[in-house]
């Protein structure tokens, strides 16, 4: 069954605002991993989380994790139209399963 | 140097085909994967293969049938296609390990007519 849940399901903002999205997950985890699928596209992997961080950075990009509300966030800061996509949490149970994919958030940032 | 690439990208055919999508990576991962992604974008894992040997089979239709050749290539052969089967197909791959981090390729995009 599907592990991850993203929030919102859409989300729009005006270019240079920050975008913030939230995945709920139900089992332990090893990791979790956010990706961007861009229109047409494959995933690509952004940031990789283990279960026992607590915050990561990247670039423009913030995930946090909170393994007490099996719960983790994706913040991009001041978004560009090129941001615009589908996001998904992924998680792993351990490094010999699939991961189990989110239904996605769609960013749209709008110039 | 596409790291995973899918043929085709976009497959038309009719109810009741057989066909045949094909993966290959150039990264040297041990690891491979199909997935399908229906029309709510909801992505879903359909096999796993480890070393040419299969290790993950959802619960996916025998009509569904992946084979390796060799750890670089992953194909996936479909009999009897039904209009449910439309969706997007996509392979990935990764290096097995804790991190687990994986290199999808662009996409199958399948329609059953």
């Known amino acids: 069954s599907q592990q991850g849940e993203e929030d919102p399901q859409a989300l729009s903002i005006q270019e240079g605002e920050n975008a913030t999205m939230n995945c709920s997950y139900k089992t332990s985890i090893n990791n979790l991993q956010w990706y961007r699928q861009n229109s047409g596209r494959g995933l690509v992997h952004l940031i990789l989380?283990?279960?026992?961080?607590r915050e990561k950075h990247s670039g423009r990009l913030r995930v946090t994790l909170d393994t007490s509300k099996k719960s983790s966030s994706l913040l991009i800061t001041a978004s560009r139209a090129a941001d615009t996509a589908s996001y998904f949490c992924?998680?792993?149970?351990?490094?010999?399963?699939?991961?189990?994919f989110g239904k996605g958030t769609r960013l749209s940032v709008i110039a | 140097d596409t790291a995973v690439s899918q043929t085709p990208k976009y497959l038309v055919t009719q109810m009741g085909n057989d066909k045949s999508i094909k993966c290959e990576q150039n990264?040297?991962?041990?690891?491979m994967y199909w997935y399908k992604q229906d029309s709510k974008k909801f992505l879903k894992i359909m096999f796993s293969?480890?070393?040419?040997?299969?290790?993950i089979n959802e619960t996916v239709p025998n009509r569904f049938s992946p084979k390796s050749p060799d750890k670089a290539h992953l194909n996936l052969h479909i009999n009897s296609l039904e209009l449910g089967d439309s969706a997007v197909y996509f392979c990935?791959?990764?290096?097995?390990?804790?991190?687990?981090?994986?290199?999808f390729g662009p996409g199958t995009r399948l329609t059953v007519t």
């Open positions: 992924a998680t792993a149970f351990s490094g010999n399963t699939p991961l189990v």
């Open positions: 989380i283990r279960s026992n961080e």
């Open positions: 293969y480890n070393n040419k040997e299969l290790i």
């Open positions: 990935a791959s990764s290096h097995p390990g804790d991190t687990h981090e994986q290199y």
């Open positions: 990264l040297g991962h041990d690891t």
